[in-house]
């Protein structure tokens, strides 16, 4: 059996509670933070209610350092009951966090305990100051006691019942952590009535399980908090890809109505661009990056006159020159939106050539980015296939042929070949193309 006589309680209970001051001031910031990103009432009472705990056991470590320096058993009145109504208000508060059915179940709860807290307080602290001076350990009366242990094993319970019945995402790690707690003042009550006879393991099992309380409560609120997290920066990134595609829609809306011939050109452009680079193999990030490369490859057409753009006629060299700035017209536009500025380079050189006779600046073979590479061999192919002013369109067959005789020269030939292969159709060695099976 435990010699309870030569048991150091006070530095003993000091350590437990320094330790939990630590973890319950974790709680109570994690909980803060959380409510005030979410504005989550579940989270406001928790950090109401761990709050509360963080209080009440600085109360106890003070009083605790107090009696280890001066030597002497600080005994009141008030210490003993304050310790413990402040306990079970943080009980209070943290069963109210999951009172979720409608909000004046929860003020009316609160305000029902708080009241009996409130009223009954002061009839436990004079019942305490009748009985006489402390000898021992816990420092109040074993009615008194009784009264908030049995007080704070109902509300841990209630506490269990109210999460099974919310619609917390945490509900299972909540149910566990207060289990355990409810546990632990079960051995506290056992404790309180057999303290001289139990042995040390036993009276060593309520710190631990208060230890594994607050291990379990940690876990799971982290585990929600980086849930949360996780789930804001998908939100966050839904509304800027939307944002991205609005301001992209815009943009082609924007061109479409001053050049009609391009309607439906850059949703076509885009789409031979992907069946390319899916076919690569590229990146989430670079299909990204070619997607918008793609759709706003001709945007810099919007600086170049209406007169120009729908000229049914053959171009002069002066309005051929005005038509070729359209690409650094386009990767001016894209710089300046922040979210855009990305596909400038393939917006720019999109009309580079693969054997550098191109424009703007005559970049030759793989000096020219793959998105422009791609881009410049999806455009060629959709041009030919679309009305303009000056013409009318080929036929599939013929614009294939054609994209195959400029490989090596106007193109990447290893990108006109995924082309090709993608539009169900084959090269040979004479670049002749026939349907594939």
């Known amino acids: 059996m435990f010699d309870y006589s030569n048991f150091d309680y006070t530095t003993f209970r000091l350590y437990i509670k320094v330790f939990s001051f630590v973890i319950a001031l974790l709680l109570t910031q994690m909980t803060l933070v959380e409510w005030r990103r979410f504005r989550n009432t579940v989270y406001k009472y928790l950090a109401l209610g761990f709050g509360t705990m963080l209080l009440q056991i600085s109360l106890i470590v003070i009083i605790n350092l107090y009696s280890i320096v001066s030597g002497l058993s600080y005994h009141s009145t008030i210490i003993p009951v304050a310790d413990h109504a402040l306990r079970t208000l943080s009980y209070i508060f943290i069963a109210a966090a999951f009172v979720t059915a409608k909000p004046v179940y929860r003020s009316r709860f609160i305000m029902v305990n708080v009241a009996v807290l409130v009223l009954l307080t002061p009839v436990m602290g004079a019942l305490w100051s009748h009985n006489g001076t402390v000898t021992q350990p816990p420092y109040i009366g074993m009615v008194e006691e009784s009264f908030f242990e049995l007080w704070n094993t109902f509300l841990l319970i209630y506490t269990i019942r109210t999460i099974s019945k919310s619609e917390v995402h945490i509900k299972r790690g909540l149910v566990i952590a207060t289990s355990v707690l409810v546990v632990k003042q079960l051995i506290h009550l056992a404790n309180l009535y057999l303290l001289n006879d139990q042995p040390v393991h036993f009276l ?234």
Do not use: W
């Open 204 to 437: 060593a099992a309520e710190p631990a399980l208060l230890i594994l309380y607050f291990y379990a409560t940690i876990s799971t609120i982290h585990k929600e908090i980086i849930g949360n997290i996780i789930q804001a920066d998908k939100e966050k990134t839904m509304v800027k890809e939307k944002s991205y595609q609005d301001v992209i829609r815009a943009l082609i809306t924007s061109l479409e109505a001053k050049d009609k011939y391009t309607r439906g050109h850059s949703d076509r452009v885009t789409e031979y661009a992907m069946l390319i680079g899916n076919k690569l193999d590229l990146a989430p990030d670079d299909l990204t990056k070619l997607y918008c490369g793609a759709i706003l490859h001709d945007i810099g057409k919007i600086g170049i006159d209406e007169g120009i753009l729908n000229n049914p006629l053959t171009l002069g060299d002066d309005e051929i020159t005005r038509i070729k700035k359209h690409p650094e017209i386009g990767a001016k536009i894209v710089s300046s939106i922040d979210s855009l500025s990305y596909v400038a380079p393939a917006v720019l050189y999109h009309h580079e050539r693969f054997d550098g006779t191109g424009y703007p600046f005559g970049l030759k073979g793989t000096e020219i980015p793959l998105h422009a590479r791609i881009i410049a061999v999806s455009d060629a192919f959709d041009a030919m296939l679309s009305v303009r002013s000056y013409r009318n369109p080929v036929s599939k067959q013929t614009a294939i042929n054609e994209i195959i005789s400029g490989a090596g020269t106007q193109f990447d030939s290893d990108l006109v070949k995924v082309l090709v292969e993608e539009l169900g159709f084959s090269m040979d060695n004479n670049k002749a193309v026939t349907r594939t099976a």
